[in-house]
């Protein structure tokens, strides 16, 4: 089954300075990962997404990911972290069975920028 | 494009009541997905639509139903609320076209039952 971990709940970094926000995934064939951003109130924005190619991923927002298959990670950066980045951030995978797919999503992790 | 809408945004119910959330998806759109969202059990996955036909069911109780129309809308309702389906209801459109994939999310559906 496929899954993804974030094992941090929360990420506190001062504004400026370059953030991570770790995910690793579990999967059986070619991953396809997500993240995604949800702001207080409101629903889940796309960042990003890792098909094939490249194994760094540039996102809205000025936001990155990298993927790295011998760790089975996909973490999310950005080289200065700006207050208004403080939010809940979700790792996904799609997970597919026949004809339909869903998003597996990790537990999230709450990013807190300070000033 | 707009994108998907979600109404209505709130919704109190009292346990014993059924409800009926509607999805508007993003204009092209064929693939809807609904979500419950919850503190204790994170995201979860309920069904999906696509073309009128239910492709997949999460694993929620018969209570959690849904359906698509020809114009992609989708509609879920829940039967005989409990305390427990008190949850941020989210809805997703996809175009499904190529290998991406990716979801676009509405602002979800706040319900609460009481």
């Known amino acids: 089954a496929q899954s993804v971990a974030q094992p941090e709940d929360q990420v506190n970094v001062a504004e400026g300075n370059p953030l991570t926000v770790k995910c690793t995934y579990s999967?059986?064939?070619?991953?396809?990962l997500f993240w995604y951003v949800q702001y207080p109130n409101r629903g889940l924005q796309f960042l990003l997404k890792y098909i094939t190619g490249d194994n760094l991923v540039k996102g809205s927002y000025g936001f990155e990911a990298e993927f790295n298959k011998s760790q089975t990670s996909f973490h999310l950066k950005k080289p200065s972290a700006l207050v208004s980045d403080s939010a809940l951030y979700f790792c996904a995978v799609r997970d597919q069975v026949d004809s339909s797919y869903k998003l597996i999503f990790g537990s999230g992790t709450r990013l807190l920028v300070r000033p | 494009k707009a994108g998907v809408t979600q109404t209505p945004r709130y919704l109190i119910k009292t346990r014993g009541q059924q409800v009926t959330l509607s999805c508007s998806p993003i204009s092209g759109h064929r693939s809807v997905s609904w979500y419950q969202q919850t503190p204790g059990q994170g995201l979860q996955f309920l069904f999906e639509y696509f073309s009128e036909t239910q492709r997949n069911k999460g694993n929620f109780p018969g209570r959690f139903s849904g359906r698509q129309f020809s114009n992609s809308r989708s509609e879920m309702n829940v039967s005989t609320l409990e305390l427990g389906d008190s949850a941020l209801y989210l809805c997703?459109?996809?175009?499904?076209?190529?290998?991406?994939?990716?979801?676009?999310f509405g602002p979800g559906t706040r319900l609460t039952v009481t």
């Open positions: 999967v059986s064939g070619n991953p396809y």
């Open positions: 997703a459109s996809s175009s499904r076209q190529g290998a991406g994939y990716e979801q676009y």
